[in-house]
């Protein structure tokens, strides 16, 4: 079966820098778009960012441009969402997500969710 599984969460301050993980399992990597999104105790859920299956990327939210960017491993089915100049705001439980490459990121259907891993800004 599927398997979309998040790591890299922790504890960090303000301005510096985290690395989270996704390895998914089970599917063709290369024809899914990869998509992180974020929810906030009390918050709705969040798109943050795609990266395409041909390696583009797609921001969803305009808080994290110029901080937040996205890589992808084909041959690793991996893919890095790296978060620079954290901010307190940034605290939150990051989700992974594999997309069809049909669709059509940050508003369309998720096909696959990983469970989360916890990203906590102190100031």
């Known amino acids: 079966q599927v398997q979309v599984v998040e790591s890299g969460g922790g504890l960090v301050q303000t301005g510096e820098s985290l690395r989270l993980s996704c390895k998914v399992s089970g599917l063709t990597f290369g024809t899914y778009n990869m998509g992180w999104f974020r929810q906030a105790p009390g918050k709705e859920r969040e798109g943050i960012l795609f990266?395409?299956?041909?390696?583009?990327?797609?921001y969803c939210a305009a808080s994290v441009q110029g901080r937040f960017t996205v890589s992808r491993d084909n041959v690793a089915a991996t893919v890095y969402l790296h978060l620079n100049m954290l901010k307190p705001e940034d605290t939150a439980m990051y989700y992974c997500?594999?997309?069809?490459?049909?669709?059509?990121?940050?508003?369309?259907?998720?096909?696959?969710w990983g469970q989360g891993t916890q990203v906590t800004v102190s100031s």
């Open positions: 990266s395409s299956w041909n390696g583009a990327t797609a």
């Open positions: 997500a594999a997309q069809r490459a049909s669709r059509h990121f940050c508003r369309d259907v998720i096909d696959y």
